[in-house]
């Protein structure tokens, strides 16, 4: 299992709220925030097809405060037989359709794919059973300016979309330790004593991290108009680049690990949806003063 890359910058949520809130300011008040989209179709293209098909029912693309993410939306699946073991989901990707059935020009896809990748644990459980529906957020990681552009240009024909989806082949190489300088978890992975310090060392900083990020969201959430809690978070997202490169890789494979770290995470999440909150405070101010 990847680790969630995106998970480490919540934190840059509210500097990316700024930076599309200015844009939105400077166009006219008819620019579109959201498109409300059917399935063109249930089936999916590519190999995923095989196994999963899209709900129907109507889908909202809107802004995202996502870090690096321009558009966002949540579309339910749903899993129609069990994936072959030895396969993994590698991407989802989403095309906004014109009236003609072609993507709309300059928009980009929504996906859900590498650093995002645990977002798509719920489908690989699911489809471990072969059945089951779930929902799954898709990104558009293009420029805001760009987006929105094309979003007013084709909101009145852009209707409907198409969802492909790949797989690739899970290779895992587990290399041959003995019993006394590695421990192995339940999928059989091993991980050896000195990697094991370096992923413990690794969610303590991390924990560290996660609880200074949770006090400055508390902060911003009271008080968004503050400027250097801004700063705190421009800080604070450097460090967590700083993390990522040194994370060790071979901790993705030690379901103690990952344990542990989905729960740091989950903390993440909490402190993340209140400085959501501040943010939409702060969209709120700003957009009063702007009319």
């Known amino acids: 299992m ?60 809107s802004a995202s405060q996502e870090f690096m993410a321009s558009l966002e939306t949540h579309v339910k699946f749903k899993v129609k037989k069990v994936l072959p073991a030895g396969k993994d989901v590698e991407t989802i990707s989403l095309d906004v359709l014109t009236a003609d059935g072609m993507p709309v020009p300059g928009l980009g896809k929504l996906e859900l794919a590498g650093f995002r990748s645990s977002s798509l644990d719920p489908l690989r459980a699911a489809l471990k059973t072969g059945a089951g529906e779930v929902v799954l957020p898709l990104y558009m990681s293009s420029n805001s300016s760009a987006t929105l552009t094309a979003m007013e240009a084709h909101q009145a024909d852009a209707k409907k979309f198409a969802v492909t989806g790949a797989l690739e082949e899970v290779k895992r190489a587990v290399a041959a330790r003995g019993a006394s300088s590695s421990a192995e978890d339940e999928s059989g992975t091993t991980t050896s004593n000195s990697d094991k310090q370096d992923c413990d060392k690794f969610l303590t900083d991390f924990e560290q991290f996660v609880n200074s990020y949770a006090t400055v969201a508390a902060k911003f959430s009271q008080n968004p108009a503050d400027m250097s809690i801004m700063s ?31 729960r740091i995470t989950a903390k993440m999440t909490k402190a993340a949806a209140a400085q959501a909150a501040g943010s939409a405070k702060m969209i709120d101010q700003m ?5």
């Open 2 to 61: 990847r680790l969630p890359y995106f998970s480490l910058f919540p934190i840059a949520n509210g500097l990316a709220a700024v930076a599309l809130l200015l844009f939105a300011t400077s166009c006219s008040s008819s620019a579109p925030k959201e498109m409300r989209l059917e399935p063109a179709s249930a089936a999916i293209t590519g190999d995923l097809g095989e196994y999963v098909e899209v709900m129907p029912g109507t889908y909202t693309v």
């Open 232 to 262: 705190e978070y421009s800080d604070m997202a450097t460090k967590a680049q700083e993390m990522q490169s040194s994370k060790p890789g071979a901790c993705e494979g030690d379901a103690a690990f990952m344990k542990r770290y989905l």
């Open 287 to 291: 957009s009063k003063l702007s009319q």
